[in-house]
């Protein structure tokens, strides 16, 4: 009785907590910058399906992101840029040449669709420790993968269209291989589902799939020509560089 009393109390002691989790993943190793193209899809609730082809440049984890536009002809030249702050709202650009203007995004316009996509410019930025509560609510096994299921509920002076995510996180590789995010009634609003490989040590999307459920539409993102570690400098996200499209 006394060996069972001491193992319940060593795993209660060393048990994994959400912010723990989250924190975690916020560490895991990443590559300082990154190189990719993008097919995006969009497909709608009568099957119909719209691509478009992009460039997209990211550096430190993601918190620094240039996209270009490259295809349809129609969309050429639209591109966006991002950059992440922890102490004030992120910065969001747009340049749309049919207007020749530069669109800033505001922290009001979170919500609003990425060029008609199942992203929303919320879903594109990362998800700051401080700016929720993380919960371990259980394990389970999803494609044959041991995941810790880890809910993110926005604490309140978040704008945000999303009440809570719960996150299917590989035990292993902390990385999200699913996600369900629920709208502000708590109703499930998109699912999503993400696919690496392996880059010199590194676990890299290859794939991102987001269905709308409410809306019976779904995006999907495949990653091709990646490139690690080039070099990116810092002053290319500038809104200068909006207007350039990459060589």
């Known amino acids: 009785m006394r060996k069972i009393t001491l193992l319940l109390l060593f795993g209660w002691v060393f048990a994994l907590t959400g912010d723990e989790l989250a924190r975690q993943m916020d560490s895991r ?4 910058d990154l190189k990719v193209d993008l097919l995006m899809t969009l497909t709608n609730k009568k099957g119909k399906t719209r691509s478009s082809s992009l460039h997209s440049i990211t550096k430190d984890d993601g918190t ?4 270009w536009f490259l295809e349809p002809a129609d969309d050429k030249g639209i591109s966006f840029l991002k950059i992440e702050h922890d102490d004030r709202d992120d910065e969001m650009r747009m340049w749309l040449p049919a207007f020749k203007k530069i669109r800033r995004i505001s922290a009001k316009k979170r919500s609003d669709s990425f060029m008609g996509s199942d992203m929303s410019y919320e879903d594109m930025s990362s998800r700051q420790l401080d700016e929720f509560k993380f919960i371990l609510i259980g394990q389970e096994v999803s494609d044959s993968i041991a995941c810790h299921l880890l809910e993110s509920i926005p604490r309140e002076h978040m704008r945000t269209e999303y009440s809570r995510h719960i996150t299917w996180v590989d035990s292993t590789l902390l990385i999200p291989i699913k996600e369900e995010s629920f709208d502000k009634s708590g109703q499930l609003l998109k699912e999503k589902y993400f696919s690496y490989t392996i880059i010199k040590e ?15 539409h779904s995006t999907t993102l ?15 996200f500038h809104e200068r560089h909006l207007k350039r499209l990459p060589k």
């Open 29 to 32: 190793r990443t590559p300082i």
């Open 222 to 236: 495949n990653f091709e020509n990646i490139e690690l570690n080039t070099g990116v400098k810092d002053n290319l």
């Open 64 to 67: 620094k992101q240039m996209i």
């Open 202 to 216: 590194y676990q890299i999307l290859t794939k991102v799939h987001v269905v709308n459920i409410q809306k019976n």
